[in-house]
């Protein structure tokens, strides 16, 4: 009965479906803030890990550096906003203004970045980081 009712949705709704993200996981140590599953989180975005870093650092104001599949922050930052934060970021960054289908990618063109998305073929400039 729920195969049948799955295979009834529409094919968008699948995908959203497909596109569920990892729970962040953070902690605090010291006086630093480290984001555990930032290398999956960017796996699943399929976004270069140093652009979703230098959004992070960006909005944060402060300093973060890459370490293995964590990432590390200077100061102590609550998960909630880390969370509010990886939303933004797949606003504006991963699923595409026009069809809004996360399956983009990101193309860099002279000095700009540009939002490709694969489901509708549209191009978008993106704010520059
Ligand atoms: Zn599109």
Do not use: W
Request: contains cysteine; aromatic residues 10%; hydrophobic residues 35%.
């Amino acid at each position: 009965m729920l195969e049948k009712a799955l295979s009834q949705l529409p094919p968008k709704a699948e995908k959203r479906e497909r596109f569920e993200l990892p729970e962040l996981s953070s902690s605090i140590s010291g006086n630093r803030t480290i984001l555990h599953n930032f290398s999956d989180i960017c796996n699943r975005l399929n976004r270069d890990k140093n652009h979703f870093l230098k959004f992070l650092v960006g909005e944060l104001a402060t300093s973060g550096s890459i370490d293995g599949a964590k990432a590390s922050f200077q100061g102590n930052f609550n998960y909630r906003v880390f969370q509010k934060l990886l939303d933004r970021y797949i606003q504006e960054y991963v699923f595409c203004p026009i069809c809004h289908q996360p399956d983009t990618s990101i193309v860099k063109k002279g000095r700009f970045y540009h939002l490709v998305c694969d489901a509708c073929g549209a191009t978008s400039s993106l704010r520059s980081i």
